[in-house]
């Protein structure tokens, strides 16, 4: 008897110290870097471990630039993280080659779907696939239009009541901000794209396209609509902004550098987190809307994306569930990853937060992020935004907009084809 009792007391003492069992599960967790957000990835993971003694974590970061081609070379190998974080422009990629799981509402402490999209105010859209949600979303962000307070009152003008609310008034606007030597060259802008960003490229026309009721690529479909009405007026706007108007380019520096830096007038590819980059470069900023076509059909501004936890579909059962009970434990400190390292999640807790109340931009950008939409998703979306940057190059050298946009449609078509055939097969 004594023994019984004693062998029970050892038994219950490795259960409560949490020492490797049988039932002990590892789960990987990969991360692209951003300084700001390890320290408290470690923190939450270290909270997950202790209140989840029969899980234990690997984590690993990885650099920004080579995060995305790990990930796919991994998943090739079958050596994929359980768990990992990637941005909605990438996320058909892993759609189509059958890496996500669709989330278990169980395992994420959700009765249903309904009970998860209740705990937010939008950010899905990006990770539904066939109806269903294959991820959680850990950052939402839009972009908006900020001006440098002090250049637009030398060029007497107020941000707050001269800034153009439609595309076709913004150049006029932009040429008073504008001071250019004598040859006509702009030696300060007053407003230019961020045309060294190739992700710009796949934001901002389509923004443009989205306000007239179309879009770059026809989802649904599967096809580029690149050559269509809307897509020419959005093309030739940027290709006017640059060779007609002279207004900027991609020759010149890139126009977050040159706003931080007080040589631009007016950025409009800075999110929310752009902000205490700007109060460290001391800007007097004021932040406005995108501008809209006059004959909108869509009131949305800047195109949105968002970063998501998705789950390896090819993990074990067990290393499933543990990751989506992780993702909804990380997730539940969106005020705290907000407050640290300024990622925003449309929930309750962050809008309600002193960070967010503080944060003088902070209704403006979540108004704007409700009337914005998901730029489209597509397999292969590096060497399709490579094929559109080639187009937009020739553009920016003069060549017309109705030699241009055909050959770019059809070269699309056949890079989403090939890169939707290739990735069929990446995981088997």
């Known amino acids: 008897m004594r023994f019984l009792i004693r062998l029970a007391t050892i038994i219950a003492l490795f259960a409560w110290t949490g020492f490797a069992t049988a039932e002990q599960v590892t789960i990987r967790m990969w991360m692209h870097e951003h300084p700001p957000r390890i320290p408290i990835d470690k923190s939450i993971i270290a909270d997950f471990e202790k209140a989840n003694r029969d899980v234990k974590v690997q984590y690993d970061v990885i650099s920004g630039l080579e995060y995305s081609t790990k990930l796919l070379t991994a998943f090739a190998a079958g050596s994929g993280p359980d768990l990992f974080n990637n941005t909605s ?30 705990k937010f105010q939008g950010g899905f859209d990006g990770i539904r696939f066939q109806g269903k949600l294959y991820g959680v979303p850990t950052e939402v962000s839009n972009w908006a239009c900020f001006a440098n307070n002090a250049i637009w009152r030398e060029a007497k003008l107020d941000p707050k009541t001269d800034w ?31 045309w060294t960003i190739p992700g710009t490229f796949w934001f901002t026309p389509n923004t443009m396209i989205h306000q007239l009721g179309a879009s770059m690529i026809d989802e649904d479909n599967y096809k580029a609509a690149l050559d ?21 380019g991609p020759q010149y520096t890139a126009s977050r550098t ?7 007038a007016t950025e409009c590819s800075f999110g929310i987190w752009g902000i205490p980059q700007m109060q460290a470069a001391g800007i007097d900023w004021t932040v406005m809307p995108a501008p809209r076509w006059a004959d909108a059909v869509s009131d949305n501004g800047l ?28 997730t539940d400190h969106a005020a705290e990853l907000f407050s640290g390292a300024g990622l925003f999640v449309p929930r309750t807790e962050v809008t309600e937060s002193a960070a967010y109340k503080e944060n003088p931009a902070a209704p403006f950008f979540l ?14 979306y590096t060497q399709v935004l490579d094929t ?32 939707r055939a290739r990735a069929s097969t990446l995981v088997k």
């Open 164 to 194: 153009p609310k439609t595309w076709e008034s913004l150049p006029a606007v932009a040429e008073k901000l504008t001071k250019r030597d004598q040859n006509g060259v702009p030696i300060r802008r007053g407003f230019d794209f961020a």
């Open 228 to 248: 269509t009405t809307p897509s020419h007026r959005a093309f030739q706007y940027l290709q006017d902004w640059a060779v007609k108007y002279r207004l900027g």
């Open 388 to 419: 559109i940057l080639r187009g937009k190059d020739k553009l920016v050298q003069g060549e017309k907009i109705d030699d241009v946009l055909p050959i770019m449609n059809e070269e699309v078509n056949a890079v989403m084809n090939r890169e």
């Open 367 to 380: 108004a704007e992020l409700k009337k914005a939409k998901f730029s489209p998703r597509v397999v292969g």
């Open 258 to 264: 040159d706003f931080l830096a007080g040589k631009l």
């Open 303 to 330: 195109d949105i994306y968002a970063y998501y936890m998705m789950v390896n579909a090819r993990s074990a059962p067990a290393a499933q569930r543990a990751a989506w009970k992780l993702a909804r434990f990380y």
């Open 89 to 118: 422009t990438l996320v058909t990629q892993y759609f189509a080659a059958r890496i996500l799981a669709p989330i278990d509402y169980d395992a994420l402490g959700y009765a249903n779907e309904a009970a998860l999209l209740a």
